[in-house]
């Protein structure tokens, strides 16, 4: 008798690396909700990241620094409920690990019990490597994300490409080798040139994952309201949208409103019945509505 199971293998960091190694095109996108993540779930992608771009394009922030633990956790908790496939990752928030190393574990441990990820992800190079290390030694995965780091966007003077001269290129190929050094199993790599976005992973046994990094990545990452099409207050040159969500979900709005407006919804197939006897019985009971 054959057995078969509905619930796929679940992808774990083993496939990540091994898709490095054979030189196969890593997929993420990010989730912050049940329903997306299912979707994503079912649509194949490899890794799902609850990034604290969802300070953004969910709660309508101007940036990702006033994201909490608090909704990075009901967040993870909700897209992992929907994840039963893809690799699922959680962005920790801004100071959620900078001040001290128990913090850092603590809160990347918050993650992981109550959030329910698998691995952790943290901005920043060789300055956070001890970070890094110590959250790995804690038995937790963590992803670095150099480049253009929108925590560091004070910091950086804006949202600006990274490593344009030989000094700047020099220091974050320095940067994704000590994230590297420290244990992280793979980084995602925003904002740069493309070709150096191909020479750091060319140097790196880890897998790196571009955002506007070109496409000699080992795996590419987007922000899933953008290739929807749902969030058109800033798009950036690196994104490709695939669909226009946004004007459909408009379109479906207004339709409703007028159905609303002009009785045409709900119609009798959206209402339920009662038997006329029942229905009498109630009339003379209650009275009439009218
Ligand atoms: O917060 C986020 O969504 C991210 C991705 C853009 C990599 O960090």
């Known amino acids: 008798m054959s057995v078969t199971t509905a619930t796929p293998p679940k992808v774990t960091l083993h496939d990540v690396q091994a898709k490095k190694t054979r030189g196969e095109p890593i997929s993420m996108l990010t989730a912050y909700d049940y329903p997306t993540a299912m979707l994503i779930d079912q649509a194949g992608i490899d890794m799902i990241l609850v990034g604290d771009s969802l300070g953004m394009v969910v709660h309508g922030l101007e940036s990702t620094l006033p994201v909490t633990m608090d909704m990075m956790v009901m967040h993870c ?12 990752l959680g962005d920790m928030p801004f100071m959620s690990y900078q ?16 959030g329910g990820v698998d691995a952790v992800k943290l901005e920043g190079g060789a300055p956070i490597a001890g970070t890094i290390r110590a959250v790995v030694e ?16 004070s910091a950086m ?4 490409v990274q490593g344009k001269t030989v000094d700047t290129a020099r220091r974050l ?9 420290a244990g992280a199993f793979s980084i995602v790599l925003e904002g740069i040139p493309a070709k150096l976005g191909t020479l750091i992973s060319r140097k790196l046994h880890i897998p790196t994952i571009g955002i506007g990094a070109g496409g000699g ?6 922000v899933t309201p953008d290739i929807l099409g749902l969030y058109d207050r800033f798009t950036p040159k690196f994104v490709k949208p695939y669909a226009k969500l946004s004007e459909s979900m408009r379109a479906a709005f207004e339709a409703y409103r007028q159905d609303v407006e002009t009785g045409a919804f709900p119609a009798q197939e959206h209402e339920y019945s009662i038997s006329d006897e029942v229905w009498s019985a109630i009339e003379s009971e209650l009275g009439g509505g009218d």
């Open 217 to 222: 990545c080992d795996g590419q990452v987007l």
């Open 157 to 160: 003077g804006g949202f600006k």
């Open 77 to 88: 908790a909700a897209v992992r409920r929907g994840t039963k496939r893809a690799f699922l």
């Open 173 to 181: 190929l320095d940067h994704a080798l000590a994230v590297e050094d």
């Open 138 to 153: 804690v038995g937790i995965a963590v992803q670095g994300h150099i480049g253009l780091t929108p925590q560091s966007v």
């Open 99 to 114: 001040l001290t190393l128990e913090e850092a574990k603590r809160n990347a441990a918050r993650l992981l019990v109550e």
